[in-house]
């Protein structure tokens, strides 16, 4: 089981790490669910993740405090009307296809919007 955990941690930290630049892959729960799978497959693993420069303080802001960095929430929210924003209006996709990205994208933005804002 322990490689398991292993394999599904780095799985899904390679998908949060992905995540990070393609606007509708969530980055936020699969990191956690990177730190939750390297707590019960290795403990080396789960400690190096939530002491990494960029992964660790992002987890621990939300895990412990249900809260995101005001930079994070611009930034994401930002890239991410940006990218949705360029495919309804610039690629010639269907209407409902673009009606179902402009909601997903607000629905995305809402989650978004209402963690608490750290302001540091």
Do not use: D, Q
Not at 58 to 69: D, F, K, L, T
């Amino acid at each position: 089981m322990r490689v398991f955990w292993i394999v599904l941690g780095s799985v899904s930290l390679a998908l949060g790490v992905i995540g990070i630049f393609i606007p509708l892959l969530p980055t936020t729960p699969f990191l956690l669910l990177s730190a939750a799978a390297y707590f019960r497959g290795s403990p080396r693993l789960y400690n190096w993740l939530l002491h990494h420069k960029y992964f660790g303080s992002y987890i621990r802001n939300i895990r412990e405090e249900h809260a995101i960095p005001l930079r994070a929430k611009i930034i994401s929210i930002t890239v991410m009307w940006l990218t949705i924003g360029h495919c309804v209006l610039l690629l010639g996709i269907p209407v409902w296809l673009r009606i179902l990205l402009i909601v997903i994208t607000a629905g995305v933005t809402v989650h978004i919007l209402s963690y608490k804002t750290l302001k540091h």
